[in-house]
């Protein structure tokens, strides 16, 4: 296989799935069914449960996995004193990625993983909780409940966060927004989820291994980028001229192109649009998104908007920090995540690739005092 045919493995097709379709002329598909459905009528808690099981529930079953995430929400003693341990300057990405881990050791998977559906879900229910117990220690000495009336994520998220009970607009739009990033086939941290997967290490190890692929801003970390260079223009003009600027550089503008979706572009990024529009369309900050993808559209047709170019503002009108963008993503991918680490076990077999050798010929050895 040569490496400049497959720089980055692109076009390489690395196994078999029967969770999700990218691309391919029919858009972006959970288990066949397509995200502009799924965005528009379900609610997060439905499409984990689709990708965690094979199937939509039905309303006992979506009741009964609705009371376990709620119940996984709860943080044992010596994870809530590890989170007050971690520095209140710390990445939120390594917060999670080391919370993850710490939990691994408190409550650890069966060996013959048998009990991996209690620990998904835990995980699921258990990053807000984490995330947002470190922060309101750190940021405002307070100890944070993890009570509270707020049934799904979305919700839960949102009230922890803001201090409020969201509206039902916010809520409905931060549901939309975990759906989107939810799942996405073989991308970086899938593909390193299941390469754990497959030496028959723990799920957890394997969602550790996911935070800490997502946290690039080639790949999750984007959606924070990108609000770093809406925000670095403060008026339409400067923002044309900084997009101009940046191109004629060669610098790349986050929230652009994907390794996958061609011309047609990213499905997910008029949904996000969308609730950024209606969430701040009367905004500078909304003009200033629209006037870097009008411009982008215009010198880089090929580059159109990711899923993680809209999100970004959308996030921001809902009052979230930036740095709580990419968290935010990994509560919603672990259910993809986790969809691809039962498929991997299911019908194991060792990833392990090989490489094409560019190194030195074979040559003798030469002693220490001889170099
Ligand atoms: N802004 C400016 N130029 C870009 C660009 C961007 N966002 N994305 C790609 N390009 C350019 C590359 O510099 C390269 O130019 P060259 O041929 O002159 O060297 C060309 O387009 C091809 O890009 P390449 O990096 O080979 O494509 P890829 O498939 O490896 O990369 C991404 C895919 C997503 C990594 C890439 O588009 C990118 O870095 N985007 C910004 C980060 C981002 O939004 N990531 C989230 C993805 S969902």
């Known amino acids: 296989m040569s490496t400049k045919k497959t720089g980055g493995l692109a076009g390489v097709n690395a196994g078999e799935s029967a969770i999700c379709t990218v691309g391919q002329g029919a858009g972006l598909n959970y288990r066949g069914y397509s995200i502009e459905d799924l965005a528009a009528h379900a609610s997060f808690e439905e499409v984990a449960y689709l990708l965690q099981f094979g199937e939509l529930p039905d309303r006992d079953q979506l009741a009964a996995y609705q009371r376990e995430l709620v119940a996984a929400r709860h943080l044992p003693e010596p994870l809530r004193a590890m989170l007050q341990e971690i520095p209140g300057d710390a990445q939120p990405m390594d917060v999670l990625r080391t919370g993850c881990s710490a939990l691994g050791t408190m409550e650890p998977e069966n060996r013959d993983h048998s009990d991996q559906d209690r620990v998904i879900t835990r995980l699921l229910g258990v990053f807000p909780s984490m995330l947002l117990y470190w922060y309101h220690h750190h940021q405002h000495g307070a100890v944070m409940s993890t009570d509270s009336g707020e049934t799904t994520i979305a919700g839960y998220f ?45 799920t957890y190890s394997a969602i550790t291994t996911g935070i800490g692929v ?20 403060s008026s339409t003009e400067e923002a044309t001229r900084g997009v101009y600027e940046r191109l004629e550089k060669k610098q790349l503008l986050m929230g652009f192109g994907h390794r996958v979706y061609g011309l047609d572009g990213d499905p997910r990024s008029p949904i ?39 999100s970004a503002s959308a996030y921001h009108f809902l009052g979230i920090p930036t740095d709580f963008f990419t968290p935010i993503f990994v509560m919603s991918r672990t259910s993809g995540w986790a969809a691809h680490i039962k498929e991997q076990r299911a019908n194991n077999k060792l990833i392990r690739p090989s490489s094409e050798y560019t190194g030195p010929e074979k040559r003798p050895f030469v002693p220490l005092d001889e170099r």
């Open 272 to 310: 996000i649009k969308e609730w950024s529009r209606r969430l701040g369309g009367e905004t500078m900050t909304y003009a200033i998104s629209e006037t870097i993808e009008n411009v982008m559209k215009q010198e880089k047709p090929q580059l159109p908007t990711n899923a993680d170019f809209y």
């Open 158 to 202: 949102l009230e922890k966060l803001l201090g409020r009970p969201p509206s039902d607009e916010e809520t409905a739009c931060m549901q939309a927004s975990l759906i989107l990033y939810a799942e996405h086939e073989f991308n970086a941290s899938t593909f390193a989820c299941r390469i754990c997967a497959s030496t028959l290490s723990d």
């Open 214 to 233: 997502l946290r690039g801003p080639l790949h999750g970390g984007a959606n924070e980028e990108a609000m770093h260079l809406i925000e670095s223009f």
